[in-house]
């Protein structure tokens, strides 16, 4: 059975650091490429990064560019998300996705879906 188990979310200050990462079973992360986006309450999903499997370049949003790092593990099967810097408008549930396609920004071009973990960035 396909699966993405997502986990590092949590409360974090101002300023502060979260690692997030995206598990995958069922599905091997090595032939796609990966996003992460984020859904903050009452808006739409925000495409935040993404990695290609081909190269592993790498793209981000605009303002993510600078504190957050994407990369992979192939061997583990995984996905993480490095957050540095975290300001109180990353607040969102953080949700990771796989594609065929290169990198796509519709959420409608994703396959594969993790059930979302939540990051809270609050003094």
């Known amino acids: 059975q396909l699966q993405f188990v997502e986990s590092g979310g949590g409360l974090v200050q101002p300023g502060g650091s979260l690692r997030l990462s995206c598990a995958a079973s069922?599905?091997?992360?090595?032939?796609?490429?990966v996003s992460w986006f984020r859904q903050a309450p009452g808006k739409e999903h925000e495409g935040v990064s993404c990695?290609?499997?081909?190269?592993?370049?790498?793209n981000y949003a605009d303002s993510v560019k600078g504190r957050f790092t994407i990369s992979r593990n192939n061997a583990k099967n995984t996905v993480y998300l490095q957050m540095n810097s975290l300001k109180p408008e990353d607040t969102a549930v953080y949700y990771c996705?796989?594609?065929?396609?290169?990198?796509?920004?519709?959420?409608?071009?994703?396959?594969?879906w993790g059930q979302g973990t939540q990051v809270t960035v609050s003094s």
């Open positions: 996705a796989a594609t065929f396609k290169s990198c796509p920004t519709s959420i409608y071009d994703y396959s594969y």
């Open positions: 069922g599905f091997t992360l090595i032939y796609s490429n």
């Open positions: 990695i290609k499997i081909s190269d592993g370049s790498t």
